[in-house]
């Protein structure tokens, strides 16, 4: 895989894929209930 991001999701490393996300986002940007629903997908 190339994509990075995508690697984090398929290796379930939620965390890290959020962290890299939100880093320039304002805190809560992402709500825990979207996050919740994102990760149910995989």
């Known amino acids: 895989l190339t994509d990075p991001y995508y690697k984090l ?3 379930k490393r939620f965390d890290v ?3 890299a ?3 320039k986002r304002s ?3 992402f709500s825990d ?3 919740d629903l994102i990760q149910k997908c995989w």
């Open 9 to 11: 999701i398929k290796d």
């Open 17 to 19: 894929f959020w962290n």
């Open 21 to 23: 996300h939100s880093r």
């Open 27 to 29: 805190i809560g940007f």
């Open 33 to 35: 209930s979207f996050k």
